[in-house]
């Protein structure tokens, strides 16, 4: 299986509607890939939080548009990374008067839209994406015909629960949209070969390049095989990462070593 990580370069010298347009044409540069995965909030960037409303758009808005289409002329399955969604309280009520979420988008080589994940933990703290955006509440996966994908968004990275709940529902490629920043790349980098070990499985991380809102980004999007190795690692700049790997390396890593089946659910808590 053949996969293309575009790691993309967010910055505030470009509109979002330019990036939008070169990020299509980029992704149909990678007809013959199976697989093409783009970062988190790659229009505004993760950390552009006045952005957030202003450029929110409803699911089917113009990157669903342009992504769907770019997936279609490319015959690639495509995770779109994500996009800041602007909903409706309910369906008889104006659009846009309800929460914002951090949205990821999957299509299949037709165009069609195959899956959408809202990012289940904010980042923030008390400020930032976790004031101003709602949070997810479902896992997703999405089948390929090569492998059940399982996605989760940047700060979910550092939530192991969140991915064995992905490996429970089948997943055996966890797909990481990500913004993450330069100060923490080491932690990017550690935790993706955590998370491939753990759950031996495939991780495809892709992150954004450049500076905006003042937080230069970390880059070095990472592959990582269900034994925890490295396949290859992006450098800092916008890249096209592409790597090639078998998807049948899941079963046999979960048979060879099958520490996922000695898990031990419900323990109890420490007695005082
Ligand atoms: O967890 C981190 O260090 C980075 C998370 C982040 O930047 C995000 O989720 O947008």
């Known amino acids: 299986m053949r996969a293309s990580l575009l790691q993309i370069d967010v910055n505030e010298g470009e509109s979002v509607e330019s990036r939008r347009v070169r990020v299509a044409s980029l992704v149909r540069e990678q007809a013959g890939a199976d697989l093409v995965v783009l970062p988190e909030l790659w229009t505004t960037g993760a950390f552009a939080y006045e952005e957030f409303g202003s450029e929110a758009e409803p699911l089917e808005g113009p990157t669903y548009e342009a992504m769907a289409k770019a997936a279609s002329d490319a015959g690639v399955w495509l995770h779109a990374g994500s996009i800041p969604e602007r909903t409706s309280s309910d369906s008889g009520s104006a659009a846009g008067d309800g929460p914002l979420y951090n949205t990821s988008l999957v299509f299949s080589p ?18 930032g994406e976790a004031v101003l955006m709602g949070a997810g509440e479902e896992l997703v996966t999405v089948r390929l015909p090569e492998t059940v994908l399982g996605v989760a968004t940047c700060y979910d990275l550092r939530f192991p629960e969140l991915f064995r709940g992905l490996v429970d529902a089948g997943a055996e490629t966890l797909v ?8 923490r790349r080491a932690h990017w980098t550690l935790l993706a070969q955590a998370r491939a070990v753990e759950n031996q499985a495939f991780v495809l991380a892709c992150g954004t390049a450049g500076t905006h809102a003042g937080v230069p980004q970390a880059g070095h999007s990472i592959v990582v095989d269900p034994w925890g190795e490295v396949l290859a690692q992006a450098g800092a700049g916008e890249q096209v990462l592409t790597v090639e790997f078998d998807p049948g390396k899941v079963a046999v890593t979960r048979d060879q070593f099958p520490a996922l089946k000695d898990r031990v659910l419900g323990l109890a808590a420490p007695r005082r």
């Open 110 to 127: 037709s165009g069609d839209l195959a899956a959408a994940y809202r990012k289940i933990h904010r980042f923030g703290f008390d400020k």
């Open 176 to 183: 990481i949209p990500a913004g993450w920043p330069e100060r």
